[in-house]
């Protein structure tokens, strides 16, 4: 039978992990990864990267796939769309356990979980995903030809969403918590001078109403703490970004945005455990960046796997 | 043709035939976008466990895929992809925008009656 015992284990495989993973391999150190959702990670919901260094422009999908395939030509295992049942990193040798049945012991791990777009977590949300509410603008904005949308949000990606969206729908209004908007200078003047876009500041929806697809919204302001019910055909939800990393709560130190704290080498508070990509507290979040920390994340993983054996023969 | 490792279906008539000679059948109807790749991997993964169902894509953008964007059980669809489950030839579910490995086994597992365990 063969062993469940591998030299590394790297959980998530993004591009961080994927980039540790080939970096493992070729370390030689027996190398698993294990994803939770399609290898890739969030490249795979980017249509075009266009500022890989190397790759002049490629769909997330295909960088992904190539990435994926590198690391198990170079000998890694890859499991994809599987959940990490249980995890003790404590001890000299840990152990994950996967989908309440796998298991699996390591001398050290690599956490590359990334992160996931912010839903609003308000009533109606989830039954109306796909039938009216949508979360990808380059998907599902030719659905809204002519109609009545908004979207919700004050960073980059909301203005230059609803900038984009102006391409089909005949009205965009933009909610936002705030009185001012996060975007960068030209994002909010480009909105500002769109005669589609409308701007509704200091509120929030806090219900989607509809049975078979979204009707109307029930949209709160902050200040008066009014609420007004609007009939609407679409929302599009761009509100930012958390880090995958509620299953490791308790487990690694993490700070107070959920990020995996690190040392200069991409170590965790615990000997043996690293992090690198989207999961770690950094200003840039980037392929770049991921694959940079997965590199880090990797040689410094190997360095402490093979003092660990050094260690064991001088014994 | 979508660049998966799923069986494709690019005509009408093939969907017919598809849906026709087999039992259980999940079909996912997208584009390579950022919803419908993850249903594609979710579905390639689960292709092997699940013996008893034939999975299968659909482009979109393919005119041909009227079969399905015309549906009546997606006619309030909003998002990409659009998945439908077939038995015996008739829709027993269709989901619109992305789904989880879960989301998706509950279907499975509730309309073709075949739990495999995970
Ligand atoms: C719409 C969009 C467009 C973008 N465009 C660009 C661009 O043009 N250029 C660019 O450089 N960057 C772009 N980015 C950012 C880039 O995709 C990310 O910075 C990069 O993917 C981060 O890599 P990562 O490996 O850290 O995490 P991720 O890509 O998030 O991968 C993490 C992986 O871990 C898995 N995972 C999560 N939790 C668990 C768990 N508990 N157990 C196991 N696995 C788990 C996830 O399923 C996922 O596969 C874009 C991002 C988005 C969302």
Redesign the interface.
Known sequence: MESNHFDLIIIGGGPAGLTAGIYGARAKLKTLILNE???GGQL????EIANYPGIEST????LGSTMARQARDFGCTIR??VRISNLNLNDAIKEVEV?E?DQYSTDAVILSPGGRSRTLGVPGETDL????????A???GD??QDKNIIVVGGGNSALEEAVSLTRYASKVTIIHQFDHFQAFPHAIVEAEQNEKIDFVMNSKITEFIGE??LRSVTIENAVTGISDKREID?VFIFIGYVPNTEFLKGKVDLNQWGEIKVSDELQTNIPGVYAAGDCIPKKVRQVTTAVSDGTIASLSAANYIHQKKRDLVAI | ML?TNLTHILSADEHKQFIEQNENVMICCG????????VY??ME?LEGEYEHIEFADMEFDNPEAHVIRNAPEC??????PFTVYYKNGKIVKA????QT?DQIREVLDEKFNVIV??
Not at chain 1, 44 to 47: C, Q, R
Request: glycine share 14%; charged share 20%.
């Open positions: 959702g399609t290898a795979v919901l980017t249509h769909s997330g999908y295909m994809s769309n989908n049945k995903k796909g039938r009216g509410i949508s979360y990808c380059t998907c599902d659905f809204f078979d697809r679409g | 660049q584009r390579m976008g950022p919803m419908c790749v993850p991997g979710v993964e006619a309030d669809f909003m998002g990409l989901t619109s925008s992305i490995m365990e995970n």
